[in-house]
Each structure stands twice: as C-alpha cells, then as structure tokens.
C-alpha cells in the first residue's frame, strides 16, 4: 500500500497526468511487483502473515484489483 499510496502522491502533485495512469498501473507497478519478489527471494523474507515483514503482501493483492479493473467494464 505504501508505494501505491507514493504514486498517488505523484500524481497529485501533477508528475504524471490521468492519461498516464494506465502505463503507471501496467508498467511502473509490474517492476515494483518484480523487485518485491526478487528481494523476497534474494533475502528469504516472509510475507507479513507468516511472522515476517510488515511492508510484504502475502499474495500482492494489488496486483489483482488491478486486474479486476481491467476486466470490469
């Protein structure tokens, strides 16, 4: 939630425009997705439900309202 709520940020300040929200979601997003799980793997960090870090989403389940977003509509 916190790097959503950094992108949300951004783009209140004006960074990026609502025409660039799509290419946010689908590209910016997708690396963040990659890097979490790279260090998830890298240093064997467990997800928050499991005893383990606070700032790791079990499932990332961003990812998946994102999803549903695209198929809503």
Known sequence: MNFLVFLYCLYRISI???E???G???????KYLLVMRKLQIIYNLEPAGSHGVWG???YQHIAFIIGAGQLAG
Do not use: G, H, P, T
């Not at 946010?24 to 997708?30: M, R, S």
């Open 16 to 18: 990026y425009s609502k």
């Open 56 to 58: 790791l989403d079990d």
């Open 20 to 22: 660039d929200l799509q």
């Open 24 to 30: 946010v979601a689908l590209k910016i997003f997708n």
